[in-house]
């Protein structure tokens, strides 16, 4: 009876497809991992919404900036993967 739950427990595992795709870029020869790739998109829209908020004037009602960039960082980071590698 035991043999059998323990069969009956693993069976899930046969449907279990594994990636779909290899959610690596190659880039001039070498493969990097996507999120990679999306952390330093992440980082270049950050500087860009800091450029932005600056000259709109509204850096100072942002928040504070050890919060508020590294927030912003893995929210575009995040928003990247999904979009493009998820």
Known sequence: MK???LRLGL????????CS?????????SYFPG???SLAC?????AC???FLRR??????AGHP?????AMTVLYTCLLWLCFFA
Do not use: C, D, Q
């Open 3 to 5: 043999f059998f739950s």
């Open 42 to 46: 992440g980082v270049v829209l950050t």
């Open 56 to 61: 709109r004037g509204l850096l100072h009602s």
């Open 66 to 70: 050890a919060v508020i960039y590294p």
């Open 35 to 37: 999120w990679m790739i």
């Open 11 to 18: 069976l899930p595992l046969l449907f279990a497809t594994g």
């Open 21 to 29: 795709r290899n959610p690596n870029v190659e880039i001039v020869g």
């Open 49 to 51: 919404s800091h450029t």
